[in-house]
């Protein structure tokens, strides 16, 4: 498991989907995730301190997780399947640890209001983290030398993984890891 920052949030200017950029903490490597306008949004008005005058829906999910004795620990992005990211929010109460399935959109957008840290599984990383070339922007996707059973990635899924790998290769990069939203 890897502890991850929020780089970036960016728009694809092939399909103008947003997509969110988390970064290792401890090295150089991304991991880019599809999210929707409304929880980019969201992410977007947390990291940059905006004030709304009503809460969100992602506050007001806080609230109510506070108000009913439990709190946010932190956010895992814990599986990447058929295209399809994964996530949990995992909460405790008392001592008592509690696990929430979630979209990623949604669970980062939770995550930035209870400032909890959000780590990616190591098989998450493996399959879609992608490094970026220093010197033309480009994203470097790492070929993996291991068998489909070590990376437990069937053949339809590295048929699918290809589409996705294209996308990231097709993004502009050139200042990943420079901003900091």
Same mark, same amino acid.
């Given at each position: 498991?890897?502890?991850?920052?929020?780089? #970036?949030?960016?728009?694809?200017?092939?399909?103008?989907?947003?997509?969110?950029?988390?970064?290792?903490?401890?090295?150089?490597?991304?991991?880019?995730?599809?999210?929707?306008?409304?929880?980019?949004?969201?992410?977007?008005?947390?990291?940059?301190?905006?004030?709304?005058?009503?809460?969100?829906?992602?506050?007001?999910?806080?609230?109510?997780?506070?108000?009913?004795?439990?709190?946010?620990?932190?956010?895992?992005?814990?599986?990447?399947?058929?295209?399809?990211?994964?996530?949990?929010?995992?909460?405790?109460?008392?001592?008592?640890?509690?696990?929430?399935?979630?979209?990623? #959109?949604?669970?980062?957008?939770?995550?930035?209001?209870?400032?909890?840290?959000?780590?990616?599984?190591?098989?998450?990383?493996?399959?879609?983290?992608?490094?970026?070339?220093?010197?033309?922007?480009?994203?470097?996707?790492?070929?993996?030398? #291991?068998?489909?059973?070590?990376?437990?990635?069937?053949?339809?899924?590295?048929?699918?993984? #290809?589409?996705?790998?294209?996308?990231?290769?097709?993004?502009?990069?050139?200042?990943?890891?420079?901003?900091?939203?």
């Amino acid at each position: 498991m890897f502890e991850m920052d929020i780089d #970036s949030i960016r728009v694809s200017l092939v399909n103008y989907q947003r997509v969110l950029i988390l970064k290792e903490k401890e090295t150089e490597r991304f991991l880019p995730i599809w999210i929707g306008p409304a929880e980019a949004e969201s992410i977007a008005i947390r990291l940059q301190d905006v004030s709304v005058g009503r809460p969100m829906t992602h506050d007001l999910l806080v609230k109510i997780i506070e108000d009913s004795g439990a709190r946010v620990s932190a956010v895992l992005i814990s599986d990447l399947s058929n295209d399809t990211f994964f996530a949990k929010i995992v909460l405790e109460r008392d001592s008592e640890k509690i696990d929430i399935d979630s979209r990623p #959109s949604d669970a980062i957008a939770i995550a930035v209001r209870a400032r909890v840290p959000i780590y990616v599984a190591d098989s998450v990383l493996d399959k879609a983290g992608v490094y970026i070339d220093e010197s033309t922007g480009d994203a470097i996707v790492p070929a993996h030398e #291991s068998t489909e059973e070590e990376l437990d990635v069937s053949e339809e899924e590295l048929k699918s993984l #290809s589409a996705f790998r294209d996308f990231v290769e097709e993004l502009n990069l050139d200042n990943l890891g420079t901003e900091s939203n």
